[in-house]
């Protein structure tokens, strides 16, 4: 289940090993999973990997990689950008013969435009970090220190910025400011009501929903199913 990938350098140097949780019996279907970031990939962790138990139970592979920067990765995740992320997950959806991509939240943001599949709660750029620079003005309110909105955005453009414990460079900050999930051909959005219940990143602490993992794998075997007729 737990494997390992070989990111390539945004500079074309030497590639970066990097984890993969996979579900893979080389079945013909295969989806990509691009996953949350940040907080709501902590909050979402095991929701993601019920909806792929569930997949594998319904005869699809899953493939889950980290990207550099993330989670176990060596690299800095404040030398990271959103560029470097979509090269990053268009070569694990090569590399690892992906058919399908299955985007969760901010993870819509780098899905391959080459593969068809589903945008779950597709989450912009703007409101990711909106939320995040919210979070970090309240925690700095309660600990009697003064910080704006405002401030911290042109922090976080000319410098960088940690959110949540997170140190996001200035490159990433920036795209993140105007980054829009757009649906390539073949890709279809799942609103959160298509689901059911609210939103698991909504919660205070990481949870799961056996039946909004149950609704989200049978919407996306229906579909492979019905395209594959």
């Not at 460079?169 to 689901?195: C, H, K, N, W, Y």
Request: proline letters at 6%; one cysteine or more.
């Amino acid at each position: 289940m737990i494997f390992t990938w070989n990111h390539p350098a945004p500079d074309g140097g030497s590639p970066s090993e990097e984890l993969l949780v996979a579900f893979d019996r080389g079945r013909a279907a295969r989806v990509l999973v691009c996953p949350a970031w940040f907080d709501e990939a902590n909050k979402l962790r095991r929701f993601t990997i019920e909806v792929m138990r569930r997949l594998d139970a319904a005869g699809i592979d899953s493939l889950l990689p980290d990207l550099s920067g993330c989670n176990e990765s060596l690299a800095p995740l404040e030398n990271q950008t959103l560029a470097g992320w979509r090269a990053g997950m268009a070569a694990a959806g090569n590399a690892l013969g992906a058919t399908h991509v299955l985007a969760i939240r901010a993870g819509a943001l780098v899905a391959p435009a080459v593969l068809p599949g589903w945008h779950y709660a597709a989450q912009t750029g703007p409101k990711l970090l909106r939320g995040m620079i919210r979070a970090r003005t309240i925690s700095a309110r309660e600990a009697g220190m003064a910080e704006t909105s405002d401030g911290l955005m042109a922090q976080g453009r000319a410098s960088g910025l940690v959110l949540g414990g997170w140190p996001i460079g200035a490159a990433m900050f920036r795209e993140l400011e105007t980054a829009e999930p757009a649906l390539a051909p073949g890709q279809t959005d799942i609103a959160q009501s298509m689901v059911g219940g609210p939103g698991l990143w909504l919660r205070a602490e990481p949870d799961e929903d056996a039946g909004q993992a149950d609704r989200l794998a049978a919407l996306i075997a229906e579909s492979i199913g019905n395209s594959a007729a």
